[in-house]
């Protein structure tokens, strides 16, 4: 049997080493299967109920973070949309998401659960989800649904690795070489995001 593959996602904005600040939108991707053991690999590097956030980590605990994170089965993909004002984040977020949308259902993913914000933007994705059902952009059985990372620790994954992708385009890879050959970034250039 073919487990069905969710995937978990979250969003960071990156200005710092930048020379235009960038929208990056991720989803980590695992296999319904794996999703137990992956839980307790997260709980053992980050007990405790509080959100994993890579901004909140020193150097070495980003380094066993990112060994932890690329020790995973899980797959990365994260969409870079890029210049973006920060008071447009909301467009630059709704271009990411439908190619995320995209990207995801063409790899067989078929539930995307995005870290929870406040409720009308929540309603805004979900009416993006809704349109791309009707465009027949994404498939009809596709699921999006929003979950509060203190509850749900496969939200910590995408954090992560959204930090990893974040410092690689500020020409810090030193991280990103672990997760190279599982991470797939597409960046969406020149798309007036300003």
């Keep these: 049997m073919i487990c069905p593959l969710h995937a978990w996602g979250d969003e960071s904005i990156r200005s710092h080493g930048l020379d235009a600040p960038a929208y990056l939108l991720g989803a980590s991707i695992v296999d319904t299967d794996d999703v137990d053991a992956t839980r307790d690999v997260l709980n053992t590097i980050h007990p405790g109920a509080k959100k994993l956030h890579w901004r909140d980590l020193d150097g070495a605990r980003r380094d066993r973070v990112t060994s932890a994170i690329a020790s995973l089965r899980a797959a990365h993909l994260v969409i870079v949309g890029s210049p973006v004002a920060l008071r447009r984040q909301e467009r630059a977020r709704a271009f990411c998401l439908r190619r995320l949308l995209w990207e995801l259902d063409a790899q067989g993913v078929s539930r995307l659960s995005l870290e929870a914000r406040p409720a009308e933007l929540m309603r805004r994705d979900l009416r993006l989800v809704d349109a791309l059902r009707a465009q027949r952009a994404i498939a009809p059985s596709f699921r999006v649904s929003h979950e509060l990372p203190d509850q749900e620790p496969m939200l910590w994954v ?31 250039a020149d798309l007036d995001l300003s």
């Design 158 to 188: 995408p954090d992560q690795v959204l930090g990893i992708v974040g410092a690689s385009l500020a020409a810090d890879h030193r991280r990103m070489a672990v997760l190279d050959a599982v991470t797939t970034v597409v960046r969406l």
